[in-house]
């Protein structure tokens, strides 16, 4: 058990330690969208080109550790941007980016390819995010072993720790029960911390993209983790945005 200091605002994650940046190339918004905020939530460094050009473009500005390609792109095809990133590589012998291509169910002869031009996984839409990510981290985890490139396993605010591998949480040293649902809820919240999360966004991100409507469902999930949170008294960290959604932010 680490020693917290309640009174001074924890970071969700250690800020020393670098995070894995993504860059998602996908042209169409709903999924590019949909990938990104997933991304975000689990805390990794997320940006988007929406075709091959601008992806080429950001590989050689702003280098990432990991790209999530599709392969059908106006412009300039995935085949086409993985080729020729292997191909700078290469000539000017600088480490491998992983690639892993987004292609379509029936298209097998797109998966030979782009596996042939170098890529270093592929999956098939459409996908789980849960499955995307499982991949995103081995990955990482294949191509940096030993660092820090990944997502934070441990996350602190104030006197409250969640553990993502042991899928534990603790107030103040006390176990807190949750169910799975609160516990992804919570996670959430202790990755962005002080920042005002919409509902929108924490019904799409916990219980994903289709969930629509004008259930109170959140609100008694919130109301749950409440509970469980200050039973013995503790003040608040979950406070309510009138109109908008919730904070994770001491009373
Ligand atoms: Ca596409």
Redesign the pocket.
Known sequence: MSIINPNAPSPARDRTEPVAKLLVV???PSISGFVRRGLMFEGYDVEVAENGRLALESIRDRPADLVIL?L??PEVDGIEVTRRVRAVEATENLPRVPILMLTARDSVADRVAGLEVGADDYLVKPFDFDELLARVRALLRRTQPGTSQRAPELLTFHDLELDLSSRTVTRGGRPIELTAREFDLLALFLRHPNQVLTRTMLMERVWGEDFYGESNVLEVVIGNVRRSLESTDQPRLIQTVRGIGYVLRPT
């Open positions: 996908e042209d169409e599709d059908m792109l």
